[in-house]
Structure formats: structure tokens, C-alpha cells
């Protein structure tokens, strides 16, 4: 996924940074609530909260952590063993030395699953997590009960008409700094005290946007759980026609475009994506049980 221009993503820092500095529970930096498990040459931090079946988060690339969903945790919670990773590289997750993908993504996320659960799990994945959640369903669909994906695209045919190559920014991450909000940097030096780590997934990631593949339709065509794809109808990133086009290629997808929102539609109305998802997750399949 090619990002519009440098403006646009720092807008989206912006709004990433205001969803994430309130106060209360210390989502991605909860010592009662998190775990490593080694997997492969990183370790692999998630976070565990309440009972229930099984329910997986997966977070944003780069600006976007585990505690972007700190609006939607605590309602499903209640309902649900909520299993909320930190993608390698992001957060008090190690980067290791392999590439970063949204497939690599999708590898630790599944050796993760398998560690704390023996039942297929509910699947939500937002932007980079949402393209990691199209790969983790495609390659382990015995892991996936019902995924949901949220403003993750899966070709860059799908970006929005201003998208253009903006990986090379990434490659100067101290100039790169400079043009992050300083609300941004407040909050990211929190999470990655060292500096080093940072600058080595700012590179990282500017690779994995310049080099990652898109997903082929067919693959995707291959879905065989109840999918829910939504988007904001103001998402900078990608067309909205572009998540309908996803919709129609699922054998069982449903469809949300939230209004009034841009691509983190978990910061701009946090009660909606919760009923979103738990309508979602609770109601029946055509022809089946839920």
C-alpha cells in the first residue's frame, strides 16, 4: 500500500495519536495483561483481555499499535477473550531481520493463535492489519471463524487517484521525524524508548510499502468464512469503490461504509465500530448457524 503524499500520512498520524492519549488502561504497554512468545527470530508481543471465544486484533503499520483499538476493547471484552498482537516490529514486538509483509504479518499473527487457543478464532485487522487478516484467512482457514477487515485494500489499483510512491521518505528516518506532529512523537517515544528501534522500522516499513505484493483476487476469491469488509467513506487511502469490489469477490462478505469517516474509523466513531462488530459477529449466516 503506497501512500497519497507525506501530508495526507501525517494527518492520519495526527488522528492515530488523538485516539490513543487518553487516559485509563495502558493498551500495548499493559505488564497484567501481556505476553511474548517467541516466533522465529522475534518475539512476538499480545495482550489478553476478558473471556469468551476467541477474538484477534490486529493493529495499523507503522503509526498504529495495539492501543488504537482502546475505544472498542473494553465492550468486547465483556463478550469475548480478546487477543490484541503487536506486529513484529511495532511497539515491544522485535523486528528480527526478515523482511517485513503483510504475509509475514499474517505468519506470526497464526503462531501466535495456535499458542493461546485450540478454537478458530474471530479475525479484526485494521489498514496493514486488515491486509495481514486477508493472508492469515487465506493460508490458515482452519484458524478463522469470522474476519473483518477495515480499511485494508488488496491491490494498489485500489488507492485513491493522489497515491504515489512515498516509500523513499522512509529511508531518512531523522529527516522523517521532523515532519511528524509532536503530539505523534510524544506518544511514539513512549513506545519505542530507543531510538535505534524506531528508525529501524520506519526503514523497514518504507521497504514493505515500496516491494509488497498485492493480493490475488482469486486468493481472496477462496474465502470461504463470513467476511465483513468497512471503510470510512472518506478513507484518504483507497476508493471506496475499491472495498466494494473486495465485497463482491467474497463468497459470504458483507459490506460497511461508515460515514463521515477517513481510514481510522476506530477514533472517529468508536460506538459504531463497536456495533459493527459484535452485530457482525453475532448474527446468523444465511442457511447456517452463527
Known amino acids: ?48 483481555y476478558g473471556s469468551g471465544h476467541p477474538l484477534v486484533l490486529l493493529h495499523g503499520g507503522l503509526f498504529g499499535y495495539i492501543d488504537e483499538f482502546g475505544g472498542v476493547i473494553p465492550g468486547l471484552s465483556e463478550h469475548y477473550t480478546v487477543i490484541a498482537i503487536a506486529l513484529r516490529g511495532h511497539g ?15 505468519e506470526d499473527s497464526a503462531t501466535v493463535i495456535r499458542h493461546v487457543t485450540r478454537e478458530p478464532v474471530d479475525l479484526v485487522g485494521f489498514s496493514v492489519g486488515a491486509m495481514a487478516s ?21 491491490a494498489t489499483s485500489g488507492s485513491t487517484d493522489t497515491a504515489g510512491a512515498e516509500a523513499e521518505a522512509y529511508n531518512d528516518p531523522a529527516e522523517f521525524e521532523k515532519q511528524l ?41 477462496s474465502i470461504q468464512v463470513p467476511t465483513l ?25 458483507e459490506l460497511a461504509i461508515v460515514p463521515g469517516c477517513g481510514h481510522t474509523v476506530f477514533k472517529c466513531n468508536p460506538n ?5 462488530v459484535e452485530h457482525f459477529l453475532q448474527s446468523e449466516v444465511p442457511g447456517g448457524a452463527p
Not at 196 to 204: Q, S
Open 1 to 48: 500500500m503506497k501512500f497519497a503524499s507525506l501530508t495526507i500520512f501525517l494527518l492520519v498520524a495526527v488522528q492515530i495519536g488523538v485516539a490513543a492519549s487518553g487516559e485509563g488502561i495502558p493498551y500495548g504497554n499493559n505488564p497484567d495483561a501481556g505476553h511474548y512468545l517467541q516466533v522465529g527470530d522475534a518475539k512476538i508481543y499480545y495482550e489478553i
Open 92 to 106: 515491544k514486538s522485535e523486528l528480527g531481520n526478515q523482511p517485513l509483509s503483510n504475509e509475514l504479518f499474517a
Open 229 to 253: 469488509i468497512a471503510a470510512g467513506d472518506r478513507d484518504v487511502y483507497t476508493k471506496s469503490e475499491h472495498f466494494v469490489e473486495i465485497y463482491h469477490l467474497l463468497p459470504h462478505g
Open 134 to 154: 486477508y493472508w492469515l484467512t487465506i493460508n490458515h482457514p482452519d484458524l478463522v471463524h469470522r474476519l473483518i477487515a477495515v480499511g485494508g485494500p488488496i
Open 181 to 221: 506532529p509532536p503530539q505523534f512523537v510524544a506518544r511514539r517515544n513512549k513506545i519505542y524508548p530507543d531510538r535505534a528501534v524506531w528508525n529501524r522500522l520506519v526503514v523497514a516499513m518504507g521497504k514493505a510499502l515500496a516491494t509488497d505484493r498485492d493480493i490475488p483476487k482469486e486468493r481472496v476469491q
Open 272 to 276: 459504531l465500530m463497536l456495533d459493527l
